[in-house]
């Protein structure tokens, strides 16, 4: 079995909540981490989150994609709530605590894009009997996502947050150039939406100086990321 490396660093202890923020860099994702993880780690103490990240898969070797699913639930054992982030993620404001948004009936925290579906490259998840099955529900249904037709060019794009949209009521409809809208399901009914600030896709629009969060997600050249996230970049070309 390959070796699980894991960066784990607890905060001071004053805080009521037990919360944790976490990411992960597998393969070349790596060099990313060394650039962004420093960041989140800045806003972790700010805000009295604990940290974790992991470098090698422990379930899906062959689907990397998906070890952020098995981080989420193997920190559910240990924590109220998880604060979790892609590794290509830009820290730009860190006086905003995330935690003020916390509702007693909510259990996840998450941003609409602009094109109308949910991004899951940053959420804040209560931990519950209704997250652990949400998530343990992402795990159980890739291989029906992966059959599906109408998410035949989006599988290989999108992994697991593939599934996650899926459980979260996004419809995909492939004859209308995959046209989505969110239909009724019983995992949307307990969210919130995050104001765009908390994870600004900069593939879709130019970040701004008050945005917490700067994504470099999608298409954008792997280099470029990383040129993006050391330079502190409002947009990536």
């Excluded at 490396?5 to 202890?13: H, M, V, Y």
């Excluded at 909540?17 to 960041?39: A, D, Q, W, Y």
């Excluded at 700010?46 to 899906?60: E, G, I, L, P, W």
């Amino acid at each position: 079995m390959d070796k699980i490396l894991i960066s784990f660093n607890k905060c001071c202890g004053c805080d009521k909540m037990n919360k944790v923020l976490c990411t992960f860099g597998i393969g070349e994702h790596e060099r990313l981490l060394e650039h962004s993880f420093p960041l989140m780690q800045k806003y972790a103490k700010k805000h009295n989150f604990d940290t974790y990240t992991r470098t090698t898969t422990t379930k899906f070797k062959d689907e990397p994609h998906f070890e952020k699913i098995q981080i989420i639930l193997d920190l559910m054992n240990d924590y109220d709530y998880i604060f979790y982030l892609d590794v290509d993620i830009l820290f730009n404001n860190f006086d905003k605590n995330i935690m003020d948004f916390v509702k007693d009936n909510v259990w996840l925290y998450i941003v609409q894009e602009p094109l109308g579906y949910y991004n899951s490259g940053v959420m804040l998840i209560k931990t519950c009997k209704e997250s652990r099955l949400f998530f343990e529900e992402v795990i159980n249904i890739k291989e029906k996502v992966y059959e599906d037709p109408n998410w035949e060019n989006l599988r290989n794009i999108w992994y697991d947050q593939a599934c996650i949209l899926k459980l979260l009521g996004v419809v995909v409809i492939k004859k209308e150039n995959y046209k989505t809208y969110i239909s009724e399901s019983p995992y949307n009914k307990n969210l919130f939406i995050l104001p765009n600030e908390w994870n600004r896709i900069v593939a879709y629009e130019n970040a701004k100086k008050e945005d917490i969060i700067i994504h470099y997600a999608g298409a954008i050249p792997f280099n470029t990321k990383i040129e993006c996230i050391k330079n502190k970049r409002y947009h990536w070309k």
